[in-house]
């Protein structure tokens, strides 16, 4: 599966900017991608390693909040896909 359909867009409000402490990023997804196919999807189009997904509907669509490893900055992939 090609992750850019599975991906929609980075969500950016002042929440989820406090998110980038705890080495987390926000995403809008598709409604049917389940944990591991957003866990894939993530690691295929950002290139860094995933610990955890968190997922949770609401009026915008399915979100999913994905914590990255220690090692990566999470500013630099922030930077990358243009939440700054």
């Known amino acids: ?41 993530v690691e295929a189009l950002l290139g860094a390693k995933v610990v955890q997904v968190n997922t949770f509907h609401d009026k915008e669509g399915k979100h999913a909040i994905v914590k990255f490893s220690k090692e990566t900055k999470v500013e630099d992939l922030a930077t990358r896909i243009g939440v700054f």
Do not use: Q
């Open 1 to 41: 599966m090609n992750p850019y359909n599975i991906i929609r867009h980075p969500f950016v409000t002042e929440k989820t900017m406090n998110l980038l402490e705890d080495n987390k990023l926000e995403f809008i997804v598709v409604r049917w991608a389940d944990k591991p196919t957003v866990k894939r999807a």
